[in-house]
């Protein structure tokens, strides 16, 4: 690798790493304005993109499965559904399993979930759960069931047609 080459490498992991955690600052502050929602969508997308250029097929994965929770977060379900399928995707199409697969279940539940689509969420839930089961490490499988504990089915239905 030439030295331009690894300066593009950097730039492009600091940037997926800094957008990335941007997205979770944005996540958790409890009162967001329509411009930090917008920033949080481009920042998650801006996020995914840097990965796509140097990271590994997890880390992708876990772009997709951020850019779904944001659109989970905002009530847009088709765009949450896209993005967790992808997650999805990903994880089967490069055998990526645990956590990962766990959480590519827990989007398309979460996603289901506030398009009121209960059949759906309803598998996936039950995905989640057995994934999650097998998660190797406690710390993350608790984690991992905290969040899945937050998903409302039932809360307010997506009007991004």
């Known amino acids: 690798m030439t030295e331009e080459m690894d300066q593009e490498a950097l730039y492009h992991r600091k940037f997926a790493v800094d957008t990335f955690n941007y997205v979770w600052d944005l996540l958790e502050k409890p009162d967001r304005t329509i411009e930090e929602d917008d920033s949080m969508i481009h920042a998650a997308h801006a996020s995914r993109f840097h990965w796509e250029k140097i990271g590994e097929p997890v880390n992708l994965a876990r772009g997709e ?9 905002l009530n847009r379900a088709k765009c949450a559904l896209y993005h967790a399928r992808r997650c999805l995707e990903l994880c089967e199409q490069f055998n990526i399993g645990d956590f990962d697969l766990a ?3 827990e989007a398309l539940a979460r ?3 506030i398009d009121n689509k209960f059949i759906e969420y309803n598998y996936y839930i039950r995905m989640a759960h057995l994934a999650g089961e097998k998660i190797a490490e406690e710390e993350d499988r608790s984690h991992f069931f905290k969040d899945l504990s937050t998903i ?3 809360s307010p239905s997506s009007s991004d047609d």
């Open 65 to 73: 499965w951020q850019v779904s929770r944001v659109y989970c977060t």
């Open 103 to 105: 959480y590519a279940y």
């Open 111 to 113: 996603a289901y979930a």
């Open 152 to 154: 409302n089915p039932g």
